[in-house]
């Protein structure tokens, strides 16, 4: 009897409120993705209507043998009791900023620090709307964090095709096999 064997990687998708977290798991999902949006409040309700309060959960099959889980986090720190519950057993963390707004930049230097202080996994810094206006270069970002420049890429979240291709070459390598 053969044995299927699935592949599957664990990724946890984190960062500041409106980086695009939720839209990069609903484009890369192959499965209704499971959110938690609600009517934002606070100082939230200014940059959009519904925010992330608990995860957003994603599954996708870029191949027969390999499953891509994405946990999406909320962005609000009265929320990060989340961002350490999501990332237990993750085998990498997709750090998501606003590209074209500075105050992303600045929050997403404290989720890095949280994260950097607790979890020893690969990741990968994703830029998005840089369609929109480009405030800062990926050197900056990479600067501003305190990591090489290659862990830094441009994305459009809605985007499926760019996005996986980024996911597929930063973590496929070295994934954790479990029977299917
Ligand atoms: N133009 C443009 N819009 C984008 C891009 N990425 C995401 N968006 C838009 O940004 C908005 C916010 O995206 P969400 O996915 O809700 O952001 P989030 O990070 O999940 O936000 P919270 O759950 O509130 O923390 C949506 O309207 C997306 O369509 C991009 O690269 N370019
Ligand atoms: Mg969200």
């Known amino acids: 009897m053969i044995e299927n064997k699935l592949t599957v990687i664990k990724l946890v998708v984190t960062g500041p409120v409106n980086a695009g977290k939720t839209t990069l798991i609903r484009s890369l999902s192959d499965v209704p993705v499971v959110c938690t949006n609600e009517i934002a409040s606070d100082g939230v309700s200014d940059l959009k209507e519904q925010t992330t309060v608990a995860m957003d959960h994603g599954i996708c099959y870029p191949t027969e043998d390999l499953a891509l889980h994405l946990y999406g986090t909320p962005?609000?720190?009265?929320?990060?009791?989340?961002?350490?519950?999501?990332?237990?057993?993750?085998?990498?963390?997709?750090f998501v900023v606003d590209g074209s707004d500075a105050r992303s930049l600045e929050e997403l230097k404290y989720i890095y620090e949280h994260y950097s202080a607790r979890v020893k996994i690969p990741f990968l810094v994703v830029v998005t709307k840089q369609d929109i206006v480009k405030f800062v270069s990926l050197q900056g970002v990479a600067s501003a964090l305190g990591i090489s420049a290659e862990q830094v890429k441009h994305v459009d979240a809605r985007e499926r095709g760019p996005v996986m291709e980024l996911l597929l070459s930063r973590f496929v390598c070295g994934a954790k096999v479990f029977p299917a």
């Open 75 to 94: 962005g609000q720190r009265r929320f990060d009791f989340m961002w350490e519950i999501l990332a237990e057993g993750a085998d990498g963390i997709v």
